[in-house]
């Protein structure tokens, strides 16, 4: 049989700014017989991701992602269903998700790559698997649990940077949902300002490409800043830290506007911005949601309950067709998304 792939075609450089043509689609061929323990999947969505920028590099700088090889097929979130299956585990037609999908429209996968989901935790909305309802909603839910230390009740104030992308748009809502009175998202037009505020129930939002983000922080949050989740770095992360309260809380989830510079992770703040981190005690401990997969399946049943109830909102920027992932994640590093970006490469559920 023969199905559609795509490859990684060039490396961007650890300086360079990826795009669609580091990617190339091909044909091959998928064998017709499956071995005991495997299963055959038709490829539903696609997820790209910030953090697969460093799996672009031949040296990721981390010792958990791997990295993609030159002319071998890219993978990162997938969902999709089963056609055929020599694995007690799995039956033909469920629905079943990986981290380490590979980008390609059928393919035979070892099941214990796979886990089952329920199209009923997210209301049959499949592709919310590979966002709020999956690792970018845990990442959300279990940082600010673990490391936003939020009292309801106390009138915090918590600033989102990256705040209309995939974890930055459920970070806010998370914030109001455990207890905090103002929060604030940043993002980089009009039309997400107005979506954070009018759809997802930020309080107020700030345009970083206009006007100075430090006076507009310091406008809306007159009490200062006590948990910030911090997308981006840079610039915009030193200007809220300068605004954070004595004893504050950063959620370190990512730092997008590094992401194409060769730098530790996570970047060093510049002298004066870690003087004032000192200074006030402001924690900026690393966070990664896979030290802590035992909140995992709770943490599902939590956001699938929230997006249930109507609580959490969910929002996604869909692209079709396996030929447009490199398109899709160019899109996604510069902002082209609101909400989680997604890929699909067939919506057909049923085998």
């Not at 079943?96 to 996968?109: D, R």
């Not at 009175?181 to 997802?200: D, N, Y």
């Amino acid at each position: 049989m023969i199905v559609q792939r795509v490859v990684l075609n060039s490396r961007p450089g650890k300086n360079g700014n990826p795009v669609a043509e580091n990617f190339r689609i091909e044909e091959v061929n998928l064998s017709d017989n499956i071995n005991e323990g495997q299963v055959q999947v038709r490829t539903l969505y696609l997820s790209v991701d910030p953090y697969m920028r460093c799996r672009m590099n031949e040296d990721t700088g981390t010792d958990y992602i791997r990295a993609w090889q030159l002319s071998q097929v890219v993978d990162g979130g997938g969902i999709g269903i089963v056609e055929e299956s020599k694995n007690i585990n799995f039956t033909k037609g469920d629905f079943v998700i990986s981290f380490n999908w590979p980008w390609q429209t059928k393919v035979i996968l070892d099941g214990n790559s796979l886990e089952k989901v329920d199209p009923q935790l997210v209301d049959g909305n499949l592709s919310y698997f590979l966002g709020a309802i999956g690792m970018p909603g845990l990442t959300s839910l279990i940082g600010i649990q673990e490391k936003g230390h939020i009292t309801a009740g106390s009138n915090q104030t918590m600033v989102v940077s990256g705040a209309a992308g995939a974890c930055g748009s459920l970070a806010g809502q998370i914030g109001h949902l455990m207890g905090c009175s103002r929060v604030v998202g940043i993002c980089g037009t009009q039309e997400k300002c107005l979506f954070l505020t009018s759809e997802l129930g930020f309080d107020a939002a700030v345009n970083y490409k206009k006007g100075n983000v430090a006076e507009q922080l310091r406008e809306l949050c007159p009490a200062g800043v006590d948990v910030y989740f911090d997308n981006v770095g840079g610039d915009i992360s030193d200007a809220v830290i300068s605004q954070m309260n004595q004893n504050s809380h950063i959620i370190l989830c990512g730092q997008i506007s590094q992401y194409n510079k060769d730098v530790p992770y996570p970047p060093p703040l510049p002298p004066a911005v870690e003087a004032i981190q000192k200074e006030r005690n402001i924690t900026r401990e690393r966070f990664l949601v896979l030290n802590h997969k035992d909140k995992f399946e709770s943490g599902i049943l939590q956001l699938s309950q929230w997006f249930k109830e109507g609580k959490l909102k969910i929002k996604e920027t869909v692209i079709n067709g396996l030929e447009n992932m490199g398109a899709a994640f160019q899109s996604m590093m510069t902002g082209g998304n609101i909400g989680k970006q997604i890929v699909c490469i067939s919506e057909e559920t049923s085998v």
